[in-house]
């Protein structure tokens, strides 16, 4: 079994950043990907970012490219999503989310939430105007 245990959420002002945490423990393969996801009221669970343990590979949704940062710490098993320059349509719970594959998967694979086996409890973070 996998636990993931989010951090770092709050209310923010427009332009302003947040950094989240997210500390895995239990078992961890080579192969462990790691993904963040968000959902707003009354929409539907989206992709944001994912990183790759074991090969360093990000992947991001169009919408945070240039603004959000996935990273890792390996020592900690730990993974944060840095967010700058914030603005109201980040305005969700996000969702931390782990994938325990032993192969190698192409970019596809890390945006879908079915392919992830673990996940958290969530974090909300405001972003007000």
């Known amino acids: 079994q996998v636990q993931l245990v989010e951090s770092g959420g709050g209310l923010v002002q427009a332009g302003g950043s947040l950094r989240l945490s997210c500390a895995a423990s239990?078992?961890?393969?080579?192969?462990?990907?790691m993904g963040w996801f968000r959902q707003a009221p009354g929409k539907e669970r989206e992709f944001v970012a994912a990183?790759?343990?074991?090969?360093?590979?990000?992947y991001y949704t169009d919408s945070v490219k240039g603004r959000f940062t996935i990273s890792r710490d390996n020592a900690k098993n730990t993974v944060y999503l840095q967010m700058n320059v914030l603005n109201p349509e980040d305005t969700a719970v996000y969702y931390c989310?782990?994938?325990?594959?032993?192969?190698?998967?192409?970019?596809?694979?890390?945006?879908?939430?079915?392919?992830?086996?673990?996940w958290g409890q969530g974090t909300q973070v405001t972003v007000s105007s």
């Open positions: 989310a782990a994938a325990l594959k032993p192969g190698t998967y192409g970019s596809s694979s890390y945006t879908k939430g079915s392919w992830y086996n673990y």
């Open positions: 239990g078992r961890t393969f080579s192969n462990y990907a």
């Open positions: 990183i790759s343990w074991s090969g360093g590979s990000t």
